[in-house]
């Protein structure tokens, strides 16, 4: 499998406000960048601690449409090899649609068969489908550091999958929209979704099967599903969920209210997680954020997979 990472979302802002947020670069990835982000042909540097350090070039600069990164120079200090991002192209593309502005993020050479792409790429979903979007429609970023990052990366062994965006609707809308858990993930869904106790069961074609029941449900503030059984067609342990916890935490936050999803169990060291990690990826910080704040989320359709694997 050799698919790039990419991701994308959509905002209310222009094309041309978008384009000036990307370029900010210290307002949504790292206050530790050195050189001019906004020019073609200029050259920064980017370092966290001891984790991270890298350098780019930007190679294409149209404004109002895209924007390309090309890696020069890069150090990991937990892959084997600490130059895996080294001539890979980071690229930014916008373009109106419906009325609204898309942006699509690529990381063109981050691939599955990279030791470092669980990490990356949770690490580019954190920063672009919420810092940057964050940046974008409110005006303010979370450049590192975000500790889930770092401790993802110095934990790749047993570390959890997590995410979180932050939304300004209440504890209580969010926390109805997660339970309608057919108008985000998936059509593909046969049982109740909203109370404690309930059980209900997930397929996508003959790809997935897994049956959840629901073991805390608290209005506004938390809700778990326990994974009863699972079938997973394209992995050797066809029951790699079976027993996990999918958890979703609500609070408010700096008068936004915070929305946290952890699958517990689901950690690197299983088959699975690439491609799992990938489509939480999608059905969280795309379909349930938009869900949420736009009242239309992206949830698989009957027969058909959101999400290419």
């Known amino acids: ?80 090899d600490k130059t895996e991002w080294t001539g890979t192209d980071i690229v930014f593309e ?13 990381h063109v050479g981050l691939v599955p068969a990279y030791e470092c ?42 570390q959890n999958y997590t995410t979180s ?3 300004d609707q209440s504890p209580e809308e969010v926390f109805t929209v997660v339970n309608n858990v057919r108008g985000w993930w998936s059509e593909e869904i046969d049982g109740d979704t909203d109370k404690l106790g309930a059980e209900f069961k997930f397929h996508s074609g003959d ?20 994974v009863t ?16 916890d999918i958890v979703f935490e609500i609070a408010r936050k700096n008068d936004r209210t915070e929305l946290r999803f952890t699958h517990v169990g689901l950690r690197p060291v299983i088959e699975c997680y690439s491609m799992c990690s990938n489509a939480w990826g999608f059905y969280i910080n795309n379909s349930l954020f938009t869900l949420i704040s736009q009242g239309k989320g992206a949830p698989s359709r009957k027969n058909k997979v ?3 694997q």
């Not at 905002?11 to 050195?34: L, T, Y």
């Not at 079938?231 to 969920?241: A, G, H, L, S, Y």
């Open 165 to 167: 965006f932050t939304v």
């Open 1 to 80: 499998m050799d698919h790039n990472y990419t991701t994308t979302f959509t905002v209310d802002q222009s094309p041309e406000e978008v384009f000036a947020a990307i370029n900010h670069v210290r307002g949504w990835w790292s206050e530790e960048v050195d050189g001019d982000t906004d020019r073609l042909g200029a050259e920064f540097d980017y370092h966290y601690q001891d984790v991270h350090r890298a350098k780019f070039k930007i190679t294409e600069f149209v404004p109002g449409k895209k924007v390309v990164w090309h890696v020069l120079d890069n150090y990991f200090n937990f892959t084997q």
């Open 306 to 308: 959101a999400v290419e």
């Open 117 to 158: 792409f669980d990490v990356c790429s949770n690490a580019w979903g954190s920063y672009i489908t919420g810092s940057l979007r964050n940046l974008i429609s409110t005006g303010k970023g979370q450049p590192n550091p975000i500790e889930e990052v770092v401790n993802q990366a110095r934990q790749m062994s047993d």
């Open 207 to 226: 790809d997935h099967y897994s049956t959840q029941k629901i073991t805390e449900f608290v209005p506004g503030k938390k809700v778990v599903w326990h």
């Open 94 to 106: 916008t373009a109106k649609k419906d009325g609204k502005t898309e942006i699509q993020f690529t």
């Open 229 to 244: 059984e699972s079938r997973i067609n394209f992995v050797e342990d066809k029951n790699e969920w079976t027993g996990t």
